[in-house]
T-cell receptor, first 110, second 113 residues
Framework: KQEVTQIPAALSVPEGENLVLNCSFT??????LQWFRQDPGKGLTSLLL?????REQTSGRLNASLDKSSGRSTLYIAASQPGDSATYLC?????????FGTGTRLTVIP | SQTIHQWPATLVQPVGSPLSLECTVE??????LYWYRQAAGRGLQLLFY??????ISSEVPQNLSASRPQDRQFILSSKKLLLSDSGFYLC????????????FGDGTRLSIL
């Protein structure tokens, strides 16, 4: 069964710093990987989806990379802002669902 | 554009009472629909998914059931709630193609007293 792990569980950084969130998965036979953002008490917002044929995907200050062979993905956030504070989740598809990590709770300090 | 609606946003129910959470999707046809639960300190767990009207698959045995009476409507139900049913319930949809992203609703916070 696919297992998804996210490290660290929580991260605090001062505003303006660049940061990296990590995601690892045990079964590398995936066809995409998705990064989500979840604000407290809210649903999930899809940030980026990387197909297995891609190595990177960018959206604004966000850059996600995927290394299938090593079972890893990273989410890079440039010039962090207080509004980036949220929980970030990565997910990989199973046969009929997504397997989620438990997330990284990010706090950007003004 | 497609939108997904969940209601209610918050619900407080006594143990043993029934439950009905509703999810609807607009702007798409024949979506795959999903119910997830997010318990405190834990990741999201898939409860049910549906690939079409009346077609429900359950991922884990539990006190809950799901129904899809219309193409874009997904309902999560229980006849008698347990304390362990407390959590944050999320509905999601994806296009019928399996390699497309899932999109989530705003969730329902369910507290059982």
């Amino acid at each position: 069964k696919q297992e998804v792990t996210q490290i660290p569980a929580a991260l605090s950084v001062p505003e303006g710093e660049n940061l990296v969130l990590n995601c690892s998965f045990t079964d590398s036979a995936i066809y995409n990987l998705q990064w989500f953002r979840q604000d407290p008490g809210k649903g999930l917002t899809s940030l980026l989806l990387i197909q297995s044929s891609q190595r990177e995907q960018t959206s604004g200050r966000l850059n996600a990379s995927l290394d299938k062979s090593s079972g890893r993905s990273t989410l890079y956030i440039a010039a962090s802002q207080p509004g980036d504070s949220a929980t970030y989740l990565c997910a990989v598809p199973g046969a009929n669902n997504l397997f989620f990590g438990t997330g990284t709770r990010l706090t950007v300090i003004p | 554009s497609q939108t997904i609606h969940q209601w209610p946003a918050t619900l407080v129910q006594p143990v043993g009472s029934p439950l009905s959470l509703e999810c609807t999707v607009e702007g798409t046809s024949n979506p795959n629909l999903y119910w997830y639960r997010q318990a405190a300190g834990r990741g999201l767990q898939l409860l049910f998914y549906s690939v079409g009207i009346g077609q429900i698959s359950s991922e884990v045995p539990q006190n809950l059931s799901a129904s899809r009476p219309q193409d874009r409507q997904f309902i999560l139900s229980s006849k008698k709630l347990l304390l362990s049913d407390s959590g944050f319930y999320l509905c999601a949809w994806s296009p019928w193609a399996g390699d497309q992203p899932q999109h989530f609703g705003d969730g329902t916070r369910l507290s059982i007293l």
